[in-house]
């Protein structure tokens, strides 16, 4: 087995030398990722808008059980996704278990509770300041959805990014769904559970590094267009 | 020169025993009164007397616990001209995190007004209230008087038929508070009907053809402006003129 040190050099050449395995799995990961984060936006943006605008019964619980959801375990996730899409589920017939479709899937049911609770939370605070003003101009409340979500864009960025790092760091979920095949559905964490676990400190190490070199640049780049906006816009 | 040559007027306003109940307390109770096609009227009254609430009613944003409120041209117009012919400024404005044109020009697309038709009417508005040059500005950024201004314009570019302003000038100084009077003065000169609370008395003088006294919940007096001055009929209106405290 190799030294920690020895290690840390291989994965720094892995990364300069763009290994094509390792430039394989990043990419894989950040389509995945990114697909998950964008369709549970899609969808989790007017969705929590709604929920903040309507009254209607069960409203309390939705809220209640997306609060809870947003602290899904990835395996229960992945679970879920598997038995839907495996052969004898409802969705099986279109065999989709063990491709990157599945771990899209599975992503967007961990990331759709954070968008929408934390969006619902948002837009409520926005509504209680609007809702008359809003009114008054002539919007209905489905005209006030895209009005209200583009006047809470700096807080939403946040939102989705926690989205975004929730997809991009979870295991679980992207495992079962996926079945980490090399080439397939190999995407950073499974491999560096299992590299780790095979001894292959180097590519592991190296995965590890780039993985929280993309959260933090796609943060520091939200952070920033944050205070760019904020600065606009008062 | 008058803005507002329509066919079908959606004056008089007409409250009819209206009422607002909240919580077991009647906020406003028995309100009758009716609203001609033209003129300033100035809602009075100390703090919690309902000026604001009555408003609210009168503009939709509420509705009555009892009574009616009628618009006379409603059935002619529909229910839609009903509210389009109607706007209201806040006491603080709600201004939209985008430029103080793009606020303008968003009422404008709320009404299906192509973009073309956006952009000229907003820059006109913008130009009518001295807003031209601040206008690419983010709204949030403006002073206070400048942000009353924008939601004037916003107004404006609407061409209401009525104008509802709620306390527009408690927040500002008194050459913001000018800005709106002038702008308020517009509007009438336009033909638009002006309803409007405040309380400050000077205010009310300069601008009010007629009074609206309200006092607990309950309307007091309507009388014209001459009147409510020099000979108030209630003696809840003569202390509030003297500047006794009422409640």
Known sequence: MESGENAFLTAFQLIVGMDPVLTGIVLLSLQVSLSAVLIAALIGLPLGAAIALWRFPGRGLLITL????????PVVAGLLVYLLLSRAGPLGQFGLLFTPTAMVIAQCLLVLPIVA??????????????????????????????????????????AVLAGFGRASAEVGAVLIVGGNIDGVTRVMTTAIALETSRGDLPLALGLGLVLMLLVALVNGAAFLMGEAARRRAG | MSRLELPVSLLPLELREVGFRHADQNLLDGVTLRLGRVGKTVIMGPNGAGKSLLMRLCHGLLRPTSGSIVWHGAGRLGVQAVQHRQAMVFQRPVLLR??????????????????????????????R???????????????????????????????????????????????????????????????????????????????????????????????????????????????????????
């Open chain 1, 66 to 73: 997306l609060n809870a959801f947003m602290g899904l375990p």
């Open chain 1, 117 to 158: 609770a934390l969006t619902r939370q948002v837009v409520e605070d926005l509504w209680n300041e609007y809702a008359e003003q809003l009114q008054s101009l002539g919007a209905s409340r489905l005209r006030s959805i895209p009005t209200l979500l583009w006047d809470g864009r700096i807080s939403l960025v946040t």
């Open chain 2, 98 to 127: 985008r430029s103080g044109r793009a606020n303008v020009e968003y009422v404008l697309a709320l009404r299906g007004m192509g973009r073309r038709e956006r952009r000229r009417l907003a820059g006109e508005a913008l130009e």
């Open chain 2, 129 to 247: 209230f001295g807003l031209a040059a601040i206008g690419d500005r983010p709204a949030r950024v403006l002073s206070g008087g400048e942000q009353q201004r924008l939601a004037l314009a916003r107004a404006w570019a609407l061409r209401p038929e009525i104008l509802f302003l709620d306390e527009p000038t408690s927040a500002l100084d008194p050459a913001a508070t000018k800005a709106v009077e002038d702008a308020v003065q517009a509007f009438h000169e336009d033909g638009t009907r002006i309803v409007m609370s405040s309380h400050n008395l000077g205010q009310a003088r300069r601008l009010a053809d007629d009074v609206v006294f309200l006092c607990r919940g309950r309307l007091l007096e309507h009388t014209p402006a001459e009147h409510f001055f020099t000979g108030p009929a209630s003696a809840e209106a003569a202390a509030f003129l003297r500047g006794d405290l009422v409640w």
